[in-house]
């Protein structure tokens, strides 16, 4: 049974910086892409950023680039979301995805190639 298991939000002031991890179980997670996605208040769920299978190539939304990076530890079984320089737009609920096959060179925030969804975490920037 696959499970998706995120951490590390909170609370933290405009300009700061979080670590969101994912933790995946039931899976061999080098064989999947995974991709966080955020939902901000009255707003449906948006793409944030994804790591292929395999060849770890990244994709982020341009809202995000060059503040977020994504990353994998293989061992750990965890992905993680390094987000800097947070801005009051980030505030939202993060959540963690698997994609619905395995494989892959690259990856897409597309909500419907991804099926399994962890219960996610909240960041909120305010001063």
């Known amino acids: 049974q696959v499970q998706l298991v995120e951490s590390g939000g909170g609370l933290v002031q405009p300009g700061g910086s979080l670590r969101l991890s994912c933790a995946v179980s039931g899976i061999t997670l080098d064989d999947f892409t995974i991709g966080w996605f955020h939902q901000p208040p009255g707003k449906e769920r948006q793409g944030v950023s994804c790591i292929s299978s395999y060849e770890d190539k990244t994709y982020y939304a341009d809202s995000v680039k060059g503040r977020f990076t994504i990353s994998r530890d293989h061992g750990k079984n965890t992905v993680y979301l390094q987000m800097n320089n947070l801005t009051h737009e980030d505030t939202a609920g993060y959540y963690c995805?698997?994609?619905?096959?395995?494989?892959?060179?690259?990856?897409?925030?597309?909500?419907?190639?991804?099926?399994?969804w962890g219960q996610g975490t909240q960041v909120t920037v305010s001063s």
């Open positions: 995805t698997v994609s619905k096959y395995s494989g892959g060179r690259y990856c897409a925030v597309i909500e419907s190639e991804y099926d399994k």
